[in-house]
């Protein structure tokens, strides 16, 4: 289960802002957020498994993130990486074998533009109007309280004029589930209501804020955690996108 807002041309400062949580199994290894020695402009971290990654940015002006679609049978064996997606989207490359990966959705922007993605139940993308987009692993449109709960955290932040993203981290640390749980109006079981899940198995791995300025100036940062919950790590890197 993973949970993100996006916030595409919704403020007079600010061209994209987004906050989102990673849920995984803690047991599946992933190189902290950083620069990639082997792809020059890309920010991100890494899965270590797949190899590919969940959310980024490259300095050309690009930003990625994908999250699953949740099925009940789960994920098939064998399928092209999700991840390598998201790279392949970051890096300017057209994705191939869409229809062959695991059931997905991706928010991604190159330079003035955005869309979602998706290939569930068939591949479609559309553009992504400005505003405040929430994303987990229903459909697009799907309203999931915890992605409303989300989206509204980010709404309060656009507000105060603040440049600080510790606010929206400790938003994506909230962990009482919002007023509706029920899965019958779209959404996961209790045990994954909250924005951040702690599970010693399966929770939230890393915390994620991208905030780019309308001068194409931007922050990510990421704060990591261990299967206890408990904060073990966090990076903050700037770069410049190109100016739209």
């Known amino acids: 289960m993973c949970v993100a ?10 061209r994209l802002v987004v906050a989102g949580n990673r849920d995984e199994y803690h047991a599946r290894p992933a190189a902290a957020l950083e620069r990639w020695a082997d792809v020059p402009g890309l920010i991100a971290g890494r899965d270590l498994s797949g190899g590919g990654t969940w959310l980024g940015i490259h300095d050309a002006g690009r930003f990625a993130l994908v999250t699953n679609f949740r099925q ?5 064996p064998g399928r ?16 191939q ?29 559309e553009p992504l109007a400005s505003g405040i987009h929430g994303l987990s692993n229903g459909g697009f449109h799907d309203r999931w309280p915890k992605t409303l709960q989300l989206e509204s955290a980010l709404r309060s932040w656009l507000v105060q004029e603040t440049s600080d993203l510790t606010p929206l ?11 509706s749980t029920a899965t019958a109006s779209g959404g996961p079981e209790p045990r994954f209501a909250p924005v951040f899940i702690s ?3 399966y929770g939230t791995r ?13 922050t990510i940062a990421e704060r990591r955690f261990d299967e206890e919950g408990i904060a073990t790590g966090e990076t903050r890197l700037d770069f410049r996108w190109p100016a739209t």
């Open 5 to 14: 807002a996006a916030a595409w041309n919704a403020h007079p400062d600010w």
């Open 72 to 76: 009940p049978e789960g994920p098939k």
């Open 80 to 95: 092209p990486s999700r991840g390598g997606l998201v790279t392949d989207l970051l890096e300017g490359r057209t994705p």
């Open 97 to 125: 074998h869409l229809a062959e990966m695991n059931p997905f959705n991706v928010i991604h922007c190159d330079g003035p533009d955005a869309w979602f993605l998706t290939n569930f139940p068939s591949v479609h993308q």
């Open 169 to 179: 981290l400790d938003a994506l640390r909230v962990e009482t589930p919002p007023p």
């Open 199 to 201: 599970d010693a198995l």
């Open 206 to 218: 890393c915390s994620t804020v991208v905030a780019v300025k309308r001068d194409g100036s931007g």
